[in-house]
């Protein structure tokens, strides 16, 4: 079974070309477009502008997905895409394109829930078997899944205000940092003390759920308080990753109590910092529990992991209905 899969439901227009069979699964194209040029002057994401870029970006991604599968459009047995949740105007923007597709080769289409494509991939990526606690942590979003099973999952906390990455973003922003700004407060950090500043430990007695703003606000304050030298500003950033890493050990050590996992998976953009990977790393091993954290090409944003789950509910003879619609919210639990 060959599926083509869209992916549009933020600032990555992404195609990917997946083969499922007996022998396992093949990835034969994955193409992915990130679109910083086009928000970068906004210091975030802008819904509007980022449809139009799905918009244009897809046919030219469409065909260099071919070319690397070696592939045309008959190889195809199904057509699958992110139907939600997400930015509604990009994720239409892909799902109507994988709907037209199936209806003119008259192969079946498969809408797929974006959190489930990335609930799944560690079951891709590192052939971990089910069930697993994964902790996804990106620009978009900021949560615990249980996943027991295929299409048996259980969201364990989430943010309530922002999610972790846009945290990074805007703390980056007040430190005249450029957009995104996670990479650029882990530099920053290395030059600083990260015992310099007591940041709060938003939530920190209360279950598994995040919050930020009190956070941020908290930055905000030394920020104007204080004559910003560059050495100040190293040891802000430093804090501030300091007190993340805290916050996120503290919930994860929760969520592992809770669901008594034996297999601890860290995905998003946010999984690429040092520090949070080792201090989730070292909570594991004293946990006595697998740590993994797939490749950062398939579990930040990306088209494999649409095509994979969609791969998955084929094979139980799952797919959609071309009268399926999009949707901006679709909780793990309601698939
Ligand atoms: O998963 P991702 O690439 O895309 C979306 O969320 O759409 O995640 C991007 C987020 C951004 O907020 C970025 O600042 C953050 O991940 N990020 C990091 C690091 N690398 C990327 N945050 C902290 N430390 C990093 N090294
Ligand atoms: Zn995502």
């Given at each position: 079974?060959?599926?083509?899969a869209f992916e549009?439901?933020?600032?990555?227009?992404?195609?990917?070309?997946?083969?499922?069979?007996?022998?396992?699964?093949?990835?034969?194209?994955?193409?992915?477009?990130?679109?910083?040029?086009?928000?970068?002057?906004?210091?975030?994401?802008?819904?509007?502008?980022?449809?139009?870029?799905?918009?244009?970006?897809?046919?030219?991604?469409?065909?260099?997905?071919?070319?690397?599968?070696?592939?045309?459009?008959?190889?195809?047995?199904?057509?699958a895409a992110t139907a939600g949740?997400?930015?509604?105007?990009?994720?239409?923007?892909?799902?109507?394109?994988a709907?037209?597709?199936?209806?003119?080769?008259?192969?079946?289409?498969i809408g797929t829930n974006h959190?489930e494509g990335?609930?799944?991939?560690?079951?891709?990526?590192?052939?971990?078997?089910?069930?697993?606690?994964?902790?996804?942590?990106?620009?978009?979003?900021?949560?615990?899944?249980?996943?027991?099973?295929?299409?048996?999952?259980?969201?364990?906390?989430?943010?309530?205000?922002?999610?972790?990455?846009?945290?990074?973003?805007?703390?980056?922003?007040?430190?005249?940092?450029?957009?995104?700004?996670?990479?650029?407060?882990?530099?920053?950090?290395?030059?600083?003390?990260?015992?310099?500043?007591?940041?709060?430990?938003?939530?920190?007695?209360?279950?598994?759920?995040?919050?930020?703003?009190?956070?941020?606000?908290?930055?905000?304050?030394?920020?104007?308080?204080?004559?910003?030298?560059?050495?100040?500003?190293?040891?802000?950033?430093?804090?501030?990753?300091?007190?993340?890493?805290?916050?996120?050990?503290?919930?994860?050590?929760?969520?592992?109590?809770?669901?008594?996992?034996?297999?601890?998976?860290?995905?998003?953009?946010?999984?690429?910092?040092?520090?949070?990977?080792?201090?989730?790393?070292?909570?594991?091993?004293?946990?006595?529990?697998?740590?993994?954290?797939?490749?950062?090409?398939?579990?930040?944003?990306?088209?494999?992991m649409i095509a994979y789950a969609a791969?998955?509910h084929?094979?139980?003879?799952?797919?959609s209905?071309?009268?399926?619609?999009?949707?901006?919210?679709?909780?793990?639990?309601?698939i």
């Amino acid at each position: 079974m060959k599926i083509m899969a869209f992916e549009s439901s933020c600032d990555e227009t992404a195609v990917a070309i997946v083969e499922i069979s007996d022998n396992g699964t093949q990835i034969h194209a994955n193409q992915i477009y990130s679109q910083f040029d086009e928000h970068v002057e906004y210091g975030g994401v802008v819904p509007e502008v980022a449809a139009r870029a799905h918009l244009s970006y897809f046919d030219p991604l469409v065909k260099k997905a071919l070319e690397e599968a070696n592939m045309s459009f008959k190889d195809i047995d199904a057509f699958a895409a992110t139907a939600g949740p997400g930015l509604l105007g990009g994720v239409m923007i892909g799902f109507m394109y994988a709907k037209s597709l199936s209806l003119a080769f008259n192969k079946p289409f498969i809408g797929t829930n974006h959190l489930e494509g990335h609930a799944l991939t560690p079951h891709l990526t590192d052939d971990i078997d089910f069930p697993y606690l994964l902790l996804l942590v990106s620009g978009g979003h900021c949560q615990f899944i249980h996943v027991k099973n295929l299409g048996d999952y259980h969201t364990l906390g989430g943010t309530i205000d922002d999610a972790i990455g846009e945290a990074f973003d805007k703390v980056a922003k007040m430190l005249d940092l450029p957009y995104p700004g996670g990479p650029q407060i882990e530099k920053l950090a290395q030059k600083g003390d990260k015992n310099a500043y007591k940041f709060p430990l938003p939530l920190k007695n209360k279950g598994i759920d995040f919050s930020f703003s009190g956070l941020k606000t908290s930055v905000r304050q030394r920020i104007l308080t204080e004559e910003m030298t560059e050495q100040r500003k190293a040891d802000i950033a430093a804090s501030f990753q300091e007190t993340v890493a805290q916050i996120i050990e503290i919930k994860a050590k929760r969520a592992i109590e809770q669901t008594a996992v034996n297999t601890f998976v860290v995905a998003g953009g946010v999984a690429a910092n040092k520090l949070l990977r080792q201090r989730l790393e070292n909570l594991c091993t004293q946990k006595g529990i697998t740590f993994a954290a797939p490749p950062l090409k398939l579990c930040t944003d990306n088209a494999v992991m649409i095509a994979y789950a969609a791969a998955m509910h084929s094979r139980i003879d799952q797919f959609s209905e071309l009268s399926m619609s999009a949707r901006p919210r679709w909780p793990l639990e309601e698939i």
